[in-house]
């Protein structure tokens, strides 16, 4: 696994394959939870299938990143992956991108938590 700072305040984790992705996953919680103020993508390339201990432990991280205001992006997700997500019925609670950039792309364009543009008409 690599966490690799993106920007001031997004961070890149590289997730490796099952059944490291678990313990992985709650290193990255560790962390953020230490640092408080990153938005973080995850970057699923090397996983090809995911437990539910795993998915637990995204699920703490996105609950602990909304927490801060900050926000959890999901990239290069498997077929099989989504699948598992869908199945589940949490298709539409993960933002997920095709790629890392795209991910990152849209932290930098909607920061510190909010997830999309304000509503038309104003406040």
Not at 11 to 33: A, F, H, K, M, W
Not at 53 to 66: G, I, P, Q, T, Y
Not at 95 to 118: H, K, M, S
Request: with cysteine; aromatic share 6%; glycine share 8%.
């Amino acid at each position: 696994m690599s966490i690799e700072t993106w920007s001031e305040n997004t961070v890149l984790v590289g997730l490796p394959g099952e059944p490291q992705s678990r313990d992985e996953l709650n290193r990255v919680i560790q962390y953020v939870r230490g640092r408080g103020d990153c938005d973080v993508v995850l970057d699923f390339s090397e996983v090809t299938i995911m437990t539910s201990a795993s998915l637990a432990s995204v699920l703490r991280l996105k609950k602990l990143l909304e927490d801060n205001a900050r926000r959890l992006s999901l990239c290069c997700v498997s077929h099989a992956t989504r699948g598992i997500i869908s199945v589940i019925g949490l298709e539409g609670f993960f933002e997920i991108f095709d790629d890392r950039f795209d991910a990152l792309a849209a932290v930098q364009v909607v920061p510190n938590g909010l997830t999309g543009p304000e509503p038309k008409g104003g406040k």
